[in-house]
């Protein structure tokens, strides 16, 4: 009888851990599935210019050595861009807040393309 209760116990703990799992992630934070429209690059770009370019430099020109060359950022590695941009990182501050999901979702259409280059 108890190993029933310690197999059902754990049971329930590992499906409440998959539940958690799939509902703490926040589907307005991830990428939009498919490839990127150019619409969505060239607001990404507005975005960019408006909100990143002081750091990581116009059109993502930069040397590296003060902020990210985001032209090397991993192109699947959608979630770190999104955790990054949400929390901060390093020195660079926190967005959350500041922008929207939509305007992140534009970013990375613009960063993941490299621009609109890779499209």
């Given at each position: 009888?108890?190993?029933?209760?310690?197999?059902?116990?754990?049971?329930?703990?590992?499906?409440?851990?998959?539940?958690?799992?799939?509902?703490?992630?926040?589907?307005a934070l991830t990428p939009v599935p498919g490839p990127p429209t150019q619409a969505?690059?060239?607001?990404?770009?507005?975005?960019?210019?408006?909100?990143?370019?002081?750091?990581?430099?116009?059109?993502?020109?930069?040397?590296?050595?003060?902020?990210?060359?985001?032209?090397?950022?991993?192109?699947?590695?959608?979630?770190?861009?999104?955790?990054?941009?949400?929390?901060?990182?390093?020195?660079?501050?926190?967005?959350?807040g500041a922008l929207d999901p939509g305007a992140i979702q534009w970013l990375w259409?613009?960063?993941?393309?490299?621009?609109?280059?890779?499209?």
């Amino acid at each position: 009888m108890m190993r029933g209760r310690q197999f059902l116990l754990v049971c329930l703990a590992a499906t409440s851990a998959a539940v958690n799992a799939q509902t703490s992630t926040d589907p307005a934070l991830t990428p939009v599935p498919g490839p990127p429209t150019q619409a969505l690059v060239d607001k990404g770009r507005t975005q960019f210019e408006r909100t990143c370019a002081q750091c990581h430099g116009r059109n993502m020109v930069n040397s590296g050595t003060t902020s990210y060359d985001l032209r090397r950022f991993p192109t699947d590695e959608s979630e770190r861009f999104f955790n990054s941009v949400t929390n901060g990182k390093n020195n660079m501050p926190s967005f959350k807040g500041a922008l929207d999901p939509g305007a992140i979702q534009w970013l990375w259409a613009y960063v993941s393309t490299r621009g609109g280059k890779e499209m």
